[in-house]
């Protein structure tokens, strides 16, 4: 999906015009073992009308919603750290190639500096959420260096935790 900026005001037209309300926020159940999640198969149908009639087939009052806004800030210290390798003399070129394509990765996501990522819908009926899930387009590109900073941030977090058991 291209424009979810579009998504999410479709998604907030079809709800006012069917006297649903939407709640801004993430529903999730992951504490109580009693509710289930189900996440519509976008593969045999990706038509999210479709996905919200059957919440309103079933008397749903409330839709939540929730989305991430990327900012171009996310990713400035994973290019730093990436760009220090470049300019140090003892990086091997295998390790300079990677950083580059790594960089080029972030500076690809500059154009989407305050999009939407991702869009999370969701209702619930009885003990059942049912969940609809929109990626961007370069979602997987984002998912990759989001991932790749949290390992950086872990290990950082460990050399810490070690030098203060020293």
Not at 29 to 47: F, H, L, V
Not at 51 to 75: A, D, P, Q, V, W
Not at 130 to 140: E, L
Request: charged share 35%.
């Amino acid at each position: 999906m291209n424009n979810l900026e579009e998504l999410a005001n479709e998604i907030e037209r079809w709800a006012n015009e069917n006297s649903i309300d939407i709640f801004k926020g993430l529903l999730t159940a992951s504490e109580n073992p009693n509710y289930i999640t189900i996440y519509w198969d976008r593969e045999k149908d990706d038509n999210i009308i479709n996905y919200l009639t059957i919440g309103k087939n079933n008397n749903i009052k409330i839709l939540h919603m929730k989305y991430e806004i990327y900012s171009i800030s996310e990713f400035e210290e994973l290019k730093e750290i990436y760009e220090e390798l470049i300019r140090n003399k003892a990086t091997t070129r295998e390790v300079k190639q990677t950083s580059r394509d790594i960089i080029k990765n972030i500076e690809s996501l500059d154009e989407q500096d305050g999009r939407i990522y991702i869009i999370d819908v969701k209702f619930q009926v009885h003990n059942t959420i049912y969940g609809y899930n929109i990626p961007s387009d370069w979602y997987p590109v984002y998912n990759m260096l989001s991932d790749l900073q949290e390992a950086i941030n872990s290990e950082e977090e460990e050399n810490l935790e070690e030098e203060e058991d020293e």
